[in-house]
């Protein structure tokens, strides 16, 4: 007896036993108008969305060069290669290579679309010319071979694959909302217990830490880029960057001693975080040594949340040193400061948790998608 573990695989066995033919994409898809529009003709509310060579609409335009169910491949720039479909009328960008099946009743655009995006970074790797701007030719994304099942088989792996894709977009949102409610949360509570009465003091950051310095030349020797500590350079170097951003590699010397607050002094202007003794400051990152019997660092590092950040002006905005030893903050007792940064630090536990477990969810769940989609778009070649 014929077991059949699913529906397409039935109909592959009925239908296309000895595999399935292909066809270059150019032989099954008809080209579609495109046309170039000026930043400034674009607008917010226009009344279509434009695509042109980015992963998302470039803007929207109060005409349409094309109808809906269609295909568009970047042509140009960082994201060479990335595919769409669009179920609208928009209008086609000169970035971008615009498609359309030329009969949906031997081989469906959604299909296709589907079948393009399972090989994505295939084409992205393979197809684009990494040159100083990145681009794909059209003669070759023409030539790319489609397997083409019967229709039957198409619609049923369609109908999968848009299942899919509503499900990833509903938890995504779901996820999503539930992070931004918690922020909110936790913004609210930290507003709270960083205002207070006028029985708490203010203070200049001169007035309460011990140094308040800026970061300077790279030292004579370094790992630049190194992520993590080695036995020669267990030192890190901190730049004016957010987040990991930040770490511009290792060396075998340090500069700063003590437990500190660095503040971005350029570009990400004002980003400011805890760091552990021991590290080196450099491109002008400013560094506060918290005076531990009046300030905490974490508590600085929170004030610093709620506290307006100013630079000097000028053609390139920066923080300096005397701008920064005038911001006045107010501080309570010490005791009253390790009390707020430990309620603080539990909420921003749970968001943080909530951040990473949601990109880890995501992923999980997009690696099943492409698996899935992978599993389905993968048919025996006829005559093989």
């Given at each position: 007896m014929q077991i059949y573990y699913s529906k397409i695989e039935k109909l592959i066995i009925e239908l296309c036993p000895?595999?399935?033919?292909?066809?270059?994409?150019?032989?099954?898809?008809?080209?579609?108008?495109?046309?170039?529009?000026?930043?400034?003709?674009?607008?917010?509310?226009?009344?279509?969305?434009?695509?042109?060579?980015?992963?998302?609409?470039y803007g929207r335009y109060d005409e349409y060069n094309n109808g809906g169910n269609a295909i568009a491949i970047a042509a140009r720039g960082e994201y060479a290669g990335f595919i769409n479909y669009i179920d609208e009328e928009f209008w086609a960008g000169g970035l971008c290579y615009p498609y359309r099946s030329k009969d949906e009743n031997k081989a469906k655009t959604k299909f296709i679309f589907y079948y393009l995006k399972d090989r994505q970074e295939h084409i992205r790797e393979t197809l684009v010319a990494h040159g100083s701007i990145p681009a794909i030719n059209k003669s070759d994304i023409d030539k790319f071979k489609i397997p083409v099942p019967p229709l039957q088989v198409q619609e049923e792996i369609v109908k999968i694959l848009d299942n899919f894709t509503e499900l990833e977009s509903e938890l995504e949102s779901e996820l999503e909302a539930e992070l931004e409610a918690r922020k909110k949360q936790y913004d609210h509570y930290k507003k709270n217990l960083l205002t207070f009465d006028s029985s708490v003091q203010w203070f200049s950051l001169n007035n309460v830490c011990l140094k308040i310095s800026a970061g300077g030349d790279l030292p004579d020797k370094l790992l630049k880029g190194q992520k993590f500590p080695t036995k020669e350079f267990p030192?890190?170097?901190?730049?004016?960057?957010?987040?990991?951003?930040?770490?511009?590699?290792?060396?075998?010397?340090?500069?700063?001693?003590?437990?500190?607050?660095?503040?971005?002094?350029?570009?990400?202007?004002?980003?400011?975080?805890?760091?552990?003794?021991?590290?080196?400051?450099?491109?002008?990152?400013?560094?506060?040594?918290?005076?531990?019997?009046?300030?905490?660092?974490?508590?600085?590092?929170?004030?610093?949340?709620?506290?307006?950040?100013?630079?000097?002006?000028?053609?390139?905005?920066?923080?300096?040193?005397?701008?920064?030893?005038?911001?006045?903050?107010?501080?309570?007792?010490?005791?009253?400061?390790?009390?707020?940064?430990?309620?603080?630090?539990?909420?921003?536990?749970?968001?943080?948790?909530?951040?990473?477990?949601?990109?880890?969810?995501?992923?999980?769940?997009?690696?099943?998608?492409?698996?899935?989609?992978?599993?389905?778009?993968?048919?025996?070649?006829?005559?093989?």
């Open positions: 000895s595999g399935v033919e292909s066809f270059a994409l150019a032989e099954l898809c008809d080209p579609l108008k495109k046309g170039t529009l000026k930043t400034g003709e674009l607008s917010v509310d226009g009344n279509y969305p434009v695509i042109n060579s980015g992963r998302s609409w030192y890190p170097i901190y730049s004016n960057g957010s987040e990991e951003k930040a770490l511009y590699g290792f060396t075998d010397v340090y500069r700063i001693d003590n437990e500190a607050v660095t503040i971005s002094a350029r570009g990400t202007i004002g980003y400011h975080t805890v760091r552990e003794e021991k590290f080196t400051p450099i491109v002008r990152l400013l560094v506060l040594i918290p005076d531990n019997k009046i300030i905490t660092a974490k508590f600085l590092n929170y004030i610093l949340d709620i506290t307006k950040i100013g630079h000097s002006g000028g053609s390139i905005p920066q923080l300096t040193v005397p701008n920064v030893k005038k911001i006045k903050i107010p501080v309570p007792p010490i005791k009253e400061q390790e009390q707020i940064v430990s309620i603080l630090d539990k909420f921003d536990a749970l968001v943080n948790d909530i951040s990473i477990g949601l990109p880890a969810e995501l992923k999980a769940r997009r690696q099943q998608y492409e698996y899935y989609r992978g599993k389905l778009l993968t048919f025996k070649e006829l005559g093989k």
